[in-house]
C-alpha cells in the first residue's frame, strides 16, 4: 500500500528539474488485518505483543516500537538530508539540552511534506483504530538534534489535550554505547518515577511512540557516551550507593570510557591550554586551566561533570539529594545542621565566598537546590595546598577525576588527605590514579588537603612531575 502526496501532481519543478514522486508507505506490519487485530487487542487488555516489526508493551506504561517504520528506504535518506539543512535553535534549561527546529507544519520540501501526509493519515488512522479513540487533527511535529553531552532528563510530556508523543529516530549505526537511549521509568505509589525499568536503543528509522499520561515518565540519556557502562547499570549503582552509605568514601576505577580518557589526556598535555598558577603561598600552590582556550573535548567533560544528568547519576551513586529526581536519604537532623552551618557561613569573609556566589547563581539558572564549582587542575612538582584557618566546613560531596598520573607512587606526593578539624590524626588518604573518579562526602568536620608533590615524582613514566585532575565540589 503507497500513499503520494496530493497536491504533487506536478513533474518539474519551478527551475525545470525534475522532481522524484515518491510512493511511501508505513511498515506493512501495520497494515495487515490479522496483525491489527492482535494489535488492539492487547493494547485494549494491556498485554504484550509482537507481529512483524511492531511491539507493542505495556510495561512501565502503554508504548510501541516500529522498526523500518518508513518505506522506502532512499526516502528516509533523503528525508535525512532535507532536515539536516534546516535551521537548529539551542534549547537548555534544567530539564534539557539540544538543538531544536521550527515546527515542521509549514515546511514545503517534498520530504518533509510527505513525512507529514504519511503521519497526519496512515499512520493517524492506524493509531486511531489502534488506541479506540478518535484523534483530533493537530499533530506538533519538529526536528531535534542531540551531540555529545546533551540530555532530556525524566519527564511526562503531559500537556493540554496532548494524547500520543512520538520519535522517529535518523540515526546513522547505533549501539547502547552510544548513548541517547530512551528510558522509561515506573512509578511509586504516589505516582512519581522510580527506577529504569526498559532501555530502548536507537536504531534508524525506528518510531517510538508511547500514550501520554501523569506515569509516562522517560528520559534520553548521553551519558553513556563517556561514562564506562559498568556505572550506568542499575544493579551496579545500588552497590556502589550501599558502599558509599557505609564508609562515606569510594573510587571507581576506569570511570570514562577508554576512547574518551585518552582523549582527554592527550588535550592536557597540549599546548593550547593556559595554565595560571593559584595562591596565595600560605594556602596553596597549583595550576589551574584557564576556561577561555579549553580544547573541546576538555570543555564537554567539564560540562558533564556540572551537567543535570550527572547530578541525577552521582545521586543514584552516593544516595545524596543532588538531584530533584534523586530519592530523598535526607534527615531532619542533617537539615538543623545545614542551617546551622549557614549561620557560621555568614560571619566568614574569604575568598570562598566567591565559591557561595556562584553556587547560588547556578541555582537561579538550573532551578535547582543543588549546587556544584570545579575545575582542571595541573600538579607538578612544588605544587599543594594547605589546611587554613578561614577554610569553609561545609556538609558537601569532593570528586576527584584522575588522569595522566599511571604509576603514580605515594612516595611522590600529590595525594588528597582527609584530616578531622583541630586534629593532624589523617582519616582517609585519595591517591592519584589515573582514570578514576573519588568520591567523599565531607561534614563540617573533615578538612583536606593535597601533599607537596617533591623530586620523586620526576621518575613518573608519563609526564615526568605531573598529572591533572578534575576537582568538584557538590553541594545538597
Not at 50 to 77: M, N, T
Not at 84 to 104: G, I, R, V, W
Not at 110 to 115: D, H, Q
Request: with cysteine; proline share 3%; aromatic share 10%.
Amino acid at each position: 500500500m503507497s500513499y503520494k502526496r496530493k497536491h504533487d501532481n506536478g513533474t518539474s519543478s519551478k527551475d525545470g528539474k525534475r522532481e522524484k514522486r515518491w510512493h511511501v508507505s508505513i511498515n506493512s506490519s501495520l497494515l495487515n488485518a490479522t496483525n491489527k487485530t492482535l494489535q488492539q487487542e492487547a493494547w485494549k487488555t494491556r498485554t504484550s505483543c509482537r507481529e512483524g516489526d511492531v511491539e507493542l508493551d505495556c510495561k512501565p506504561f502503554p508504548h510501541c516500537v516500529i522498526d523500518q517504520f518508513l518505506q522506502p528506504e532512499d526516502f528516509v535518506s533523503s528525508l535525512e538530508k532535507e532536515l539536516s539543512q534546516l535551521n537548529f535553535h539551542t534549547k537548555s534549561n534544567d530539564l534539557y539540552k539540544f538543538a531544536q527546529s521550527d515546527d515542521l507544519k509549514n515546511r514545503t520540501e517534498p520530504c518533509i511534506t510527505e513525512l507529514r501526509s504519511v503521519l497526519f493519515g496512515h499512520f493517524r488512522s492506524w493509531l486511531s483504530d489502534l488506541l479506540d479513540v478518535e484523534l483530533e487533527p493537530t499533530v506538533d511535529i519538529s526536528c531535534a538534534k542531540y551531540e555529545h553531552t546533551d540530555v532530556l532528563l525524566c519527564h511526562d510530556d503531559e500537556l493540554e489535550g496532548r494524547r500520543v508523543a512520538f520519535i522517529l529516530y535518523l540515526v546513522p549505526p547505533w549501539e547502547l554505547s552510544d548513548g541517547g537511549t530512551l528510558d522509561l521509568f515506573s512509578t511509586d505509589e504516589q505516582g512519581q518515577p522510580c527506577s529504569i525499568v526498559k532501555s530502548l536503543v536507537p536504531s534508524r528509522n525506528k518510531l517510538v511512540f508511547f500514550e501520554v499520561s501523569p506515569v509516562s515518565f522517560h528520559q534520553d540519556k548521553i551519558l553513556h557516551k563517556w561514562i564506562s557502562q559498568e556505572y550506568m547499570d542499575e544493579d551496579t549503582q545500588v552497590q556502589i550507593q550501599t558502599t558509599f552509605q557505609e564508609s562515606s568514601e569510594i573510587c571507581l576505577k576506569n570511570f570514562l570510557q577508554k576512547e574518551r580518557i585518552q582523549e582527554v589526556r592527550d588535550a592536557l598535555q597540549s599546548a593550547e591550554i593556559q595554565w595560571v598558577t593559584k595562591g596565595p603561598a600560605n594556602k596553596r600552590r597549583y595550576e589551574y586551566a584557564e576556561l577561555c582556550c579549553l580544547p573541546l573535548c576538555v570543555q564537554e567533560c567539564l560540562e558533564l561533570l556540572s551537567s543535570e544528568a550527572f547530578f541525577l547519576l552521582l545521586s543514584n551513586l552516593s544516595g545524596l539529594k543532588l538531584h530533584p529526581l534523586a530519592e530523598n536519604n535526607e534527615s531532619s537532623d542533617d537539615d538543623d545542621e545545614d542551617e546551622g552551618d549557614d549561620d557560621d557561613d555568614d560571619e566568614e569573609e574569604d575568598e570562598s565566598g566567591k565559591e557561595s556566589e556562584r553556587r547560588q547563581e547556578r541555582r537561579r539558572k538550573d532551578g535547582t537546590s543543588a549546587a556544584c564549582v570545579g575545575e582542571v587542575r595541573r600538579w607538578t612538582r612544588g605544587s599543594y595546598t594547605l589546611v587554613h584557618d578561614c577554610d569553609r566546613r561545609e556538609f558537601c560531596l569532593d570528586l576527584l577525576l584522575t588522569i595522566g598520573c599511571s604509576g603514580w607512587q605515594h612516595g611522590s606526593g600529590g595525594f588528597t588527605s582527609y584530616i578531622a578539624y583541630g586534629e593532624d590524626e589523617e582519616l582517609l588518604t585519595v591517591n592519584p590514579e589515573d582514570n578514576s573518579l573519588a568520591l567523599v562526602y565531607r561534614d563540617i568536620d573533615t578538612l583536606k588537603f593535597v601533599k607537596y608533590v617533591n623530586d620523586r615524582s620526576s621518575s613518573h613514566k608519563d609526564v615526568p612531575g605531573t598529572f591533572y585532575d578534575f576537582s568538584f565540589v557538590y553541594y545538597e
